[in-house]
């Protein structure tokens, strides 16, 4: 499996931004697919989660919540993560990562579960 993420960009905050992240490759044994971010210094966070296929057990994290919407068109191979109203700390690398396993509960929000990853897009919010 390969994931190409794209969409990010320099924004001021209260912007909106949409990033994809193009799937190809053994897309069948795609499963679980997730958004995670990192800024300078930090940790890997997660962002948001989805199953590929039903577009069902969708999550986010506390921070986003209201604000971010991801969704999955796997007829179009293809994973979103619509951001609104962005805030200077959404600054981040944006990473979007895909397991083949069915992932429930905190298992969903953990890097350590998800086995491809794509590039990362950079998304920065400033004034």
């Known amino acids: 499996v390969q994931l190409q993420a794209s969409g990010g960009g320099l924004v001021q905050p209260g912007d909106s931004l949409r990033l994809s992240c193009v799937v190809s490759g053994r897309t069948f044994s795609t499963y679980t697919m997730a958004w995670f971010r990192q800024a300078p210094g930090k940790e890997c966070d997660f962002v948001a989660t989805?199953?590929?296929?039903?577009?069902?057990?969708?999550a986010y994290a506390d921070s986003v919540k209201g604000r971010f919407a991801i969704s999955a068109d796997s007829a179009k191979d293809t994973l979103y993560l619509q951001m609104n109203s962005l805030k200077p700390e959404d600054t981040a690398l944006y990473y979007c990562?895909?397991?083949?396993?069915?992932?429930?509960?905190?298992?969903?929000?953990?890097?350590?579960?998800?086995?491809?990853w794509g590039q990362g897009t950079q998304v920065t919010v400033s004034s």
């Open positions: 990562a895909a397991t083949a396993r069915g992932l429930v509960g905190d298992l969903r929000s953990s890097s350590n579960e998800y086995g491809y």
């Open positions: 989805i199953r590929w296929r039903s577009g069902t057990r969708i």
